[in-house]
Structures are given as C-alpha cells and as structure tokens.
C-alpha cells in the first residue's frame, strides 16, 4: 500500500490533543479553544455552532442537520509544492498528500470563447487531458473528492471506506483504491458495472452490484454499513468531499486572478455546488480575488429536475409529488443519469436552497437535445469529449448566453465535471473491476452479511 506522504519539512502543522470522549462539555470547550489555535482546522456546526474535533466526523453530535463545515486556521490560500489536487492542500481536511497528479486543471477558453462570442471564459476539465494539464485517469471530478476522502479516512477514521454510486464516484474510489491500496466497498446499479473500470489493477475493491436504480443502491449501501469495519463516506455531509470539489473553484479563482461573476455546473446532489459557495466565501476572506461572491448557475437533466422545480417555485422544500412526478421513469429518461439524486441536500442548512440564495444564483434545466447539441459544439471548439453530465453544463452556458444572463465580458467559469474518456484509453490500459457480490433491488443485506464481514476480516 501506498503509505500516505507527510507534508515537507517546514510545513508540517502542529499536532492538538484530541478531547477524551468522556470530557465534560466545558473541558471539551477548551480544548476546542486550544485546538482552534493549533490545528490545521476544525469542524463547525452551522446549527449551534459547536467546533468539533475531526475523527471522520460527518454529523454534528449534539443531532443537528446542517453541513458541518471545516474551518481552517489560514484565511489566506498558498500554493503548495505539491502534486494535483493537493496543491490546495491550505483548505483541504488532511494533514499528508498522496502521489498522484490528478487535480482540477483550468485555462482560458479561445475556440468556445469565440463560438459563444465571450471574452472572459474559463474551462476548468477535472478528467483525462495531459495537454492541458489535467491528469484524471476516472475522467471524473468524483476523484477530487475520492482523495482526499481516502487520506481523511487514514488520518482520522477507522474503518473501510463504503460509497453508493451510480458509477462515476464508484470509479474515482476505485481508481484511488487502485493507486494506494486503500480498500473500499462500492455499491452501484448492476446497470452501471461497465463504468466501473481504473488504469491499474485493484485488489482491494468490494464491488457489489444491485438490480435497481441509484437510489436501491443507496439504500443498500446505507444497509452494508451495519457491518462492523465499513464506514459510511458521508456524501454531501464529508468536508474532505465537498472541500475536493471546491478546489475547482479555487484553482478556476487562482487562474483568473479574481474570483468569477458566473459558476457553472450540473448537478444531481448538488454537493458540488455547496462546495464551490463554501470554496468562494473562503477566497472572499483571502481578500485578494474579490468581494463579490460568483452567481451560482447549477443544472439539471430534464425531465428530472426536482431542485429546478423547486427553486423555480421559491420553494426551500422538495416536494417529491410535484417535483419527482414519476421519479423512476423520468431518471430512465435522462442523457445524464448520475445527475439523478433523488435525496438531494437541498433544504438542509448549509445546503443547496441556502446556497444559491446566498449568491443570487439561478437553477435551471436542459433537455438531452440541448445536452447533445452543445456537447457537439464543444467537442467541436475543444476538441476534446465530454461526460454526459458536463454535456449538460455546456448546454446551460450556452443558453444562459442567448437568454443575456451572463454578459459577453463577464468572467465565467465553467466546470466540466468529466471528459477525456477516449484521451485516456490512448495512453493508459483499463481494467474493470469485477463484482464480488450481486443483489436484488429489494435485498436485505443479511442475505450476504457473512460474505461481506468474511472480505471486511481479511482486507481490514
Ligand atoms: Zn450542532
């Protein structure tokens, strides 16, 4: 296994002590005075605003349901002399890197500036794409989240990694189990198996495939977290996840030299929309890129677009009769399907509704036609291939272009979630990942508890 690296000499922060759980509560305030000082950062709840000590922590103790967030103790962002993504590693949860080389990769637009007639747009491609810097080999942005979630679980968790996916973010945990040897079990729709591929071997990967959709293998990944060793990743409530993804924005900022007017993106949970506001409030305090926060233009794949609809009626509430009208058929109708969360973090605070109330933000949706079309035109202007989902980013630029919601000088950044796919099977050979297990969508998982626990003993 690929031992997690230290940070060079020099930069190393200082260790605080961690609170015995048995501390009283004023006890655990001081250490949490000490720890503020000391610590590279701490967790914060939004609802009571208690600093928690992380030990993989996803929830706030006291049974809050806002997203705890991470404050780090520098306010101001360096670049460090480190690979990929880590290079962030200011505002990122961990202490070491791994590594790899993969990590958000931004430049300025010239042939899909010119087609759309913008003077100021900026790509940032989280995949495959060497010639632009960008390093992905999952072609997905899912591996900005996979790792630093990986080295969070090594430095402050203690357990097996368990992730629910309808396959992108399956294979970002792979690729990184692949590349550290880091176990993980991922469970996805038996649909999906063939987008569950990495460019090296993996040995360490529990691949369970279920007979439904995104969200069967979501509530079945919730149920093989009952077996001791496997820990839930967290999704939308991981700090190493969303401050992953919110290093888009930070890299999108650092390119530009000032943080954008317009972010783009399509989502499915939304979590990286929350990452981006989370990631540009934090450049705002830099002071050095701006006062103003960027416009959040977030996106989904119609005919699924519960947030949309939501948004679109002022509503911080989803109401699945209304805005999930057929929810199953309408996922199976979408040209991106892992845009397709059905539990999206939306009302919650700190979530979606707060974020896009907070940067005057819009929520929109795009028919496959739409998707497709512009996915042409990109292709065409960058020549290079795009994921589905970032197929639907494109489209929404585009159309926000022609309704006049961005101006022709406006700094834009467009994230391009996933792309490269056919880049990087030119240089890198692709194995797929086998499943150990395979399940009905109404499964319980004590039909293969012992299966399971017998892999959790042997790779623990
Ligand atoms: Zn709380």
């Not at 899909?112 to 390093?135: D, K, T, V």
């Amino acid at each position: 296994m690929t031992s997690i690296a230290e940070r060079p000499e020099g930069q190393k922060q200082e260790q605080g002590q961690h609170p015995g759980s048995a501390a009283t509560e004023d006890t655990e305030q001081k250490f949490s005075q000490a720890m503020n000082m000391t610590e590279k950062y701490v967790l914060r709840c939004p609802d009571c605003g208690t600093i928690i000590p992380d030990h993989y922590t996803n929830v706030c103790p006291k049974g809050c349901t806002g997203l705890i967030r991470a404050d780090y103790r520098k306010t101001t962002l360096d670049i460090q002399p480190l690979p990929g993504i880590f290079r962030f590693s200011d505002w990122l949860p961990l202490e070491g890197y791994l590594p790899s080389d993969a990590g958000p990769a931004t430049y300025r637009s010239e042939a899909m500036a010119r087609e759309l007639g913008l003077s100021n747009l900026f790509i940032s491609f989280s995949g495959y794409w060497p010639e632009r810097g960008a390093h992905i080999e999952s072609c997905s942005f899912k591996e900005l989240e996979a790792l630093p979630t990986t080295v969070r679980m090594k430095e402050k968790g203690n357990g097996i990694l368990q992730i629910s996916s309808a396959g992108n973010t399956g294979r970002a945990f792979c690729q990184v189990s692949a590349a550290t040897g880091a176990p993980v079990v991922v469970v996805v729709p038996e649909s999906a198996v063939g987008r569950l591929w990495t460019t090296a071997p993996t040995e360490n990967v529990c691949l369970i495939t279920v007979d439904g959709d995104y969200t069967d293998s979501i509530a079945f990944g919730n149920a093989v977290c009952s077996i001791p060793g496997i820990v839930a990743e967290g999704g939308a409530r991981n700090v190493a996840r969303r401050d992953g993804m919110g290093t888009v924005m930070l890299d999108g900022t650092v390119t530009a030299g000032r943080l954008p007017d317009h972010y783009f993106q399509a989502v499915g949970s939304g979590t990286g929309g929350i990452a981006a506001w989370e990631a540009a409030m934090r450049l705002k305090g830099d002071g050095r890129f701006g006062t103003r926060l960027p416009h959040l233009h977030l996106v989904q794949n119609e005919p699924f677009v519960p947030m949309t609809h939501a948004w679109q009626n002022n509503r911080r509430e989803i109401i699945p009769e209304t805005d999930m009208t057929d929810a199953r058929h309408a996922v199976s109708q979408v040209y991106a399907d892992v845009l397709t969360n059905r539990e999206p973090p939306y009302a919650v605070r700190g979530g979606i509704y707060d974020a896009l109330t907070a940067t005057n933000g819009t929520m929109d949706g795009i028919t496959n036609a739409e998707a497709t079309e512009a996915e042409k035109r990109f292709v065409d202007a960058e020549e290079i291939d795009l994921d589905p989902a970032a197929s639907v980013c494109v489209a929404a630029l585009i159309k926000a272009v022609e309704t006049g919601s961005v101006g022709k000088d406006d700094c834009i950044l467009l994230n391009i979630t996933g792309g490269g796919y056919r880049r990087v099977a030119e240089d890198k050979p692709q194995f797929l990942v086998e499943p150990l297990f395979g399940v009905k969508g109404d499964a319980v998982v004590d039909a293969v508890r012992r299966d399971i626990e017998g892999w959790v003993k042997n790779h623990a």
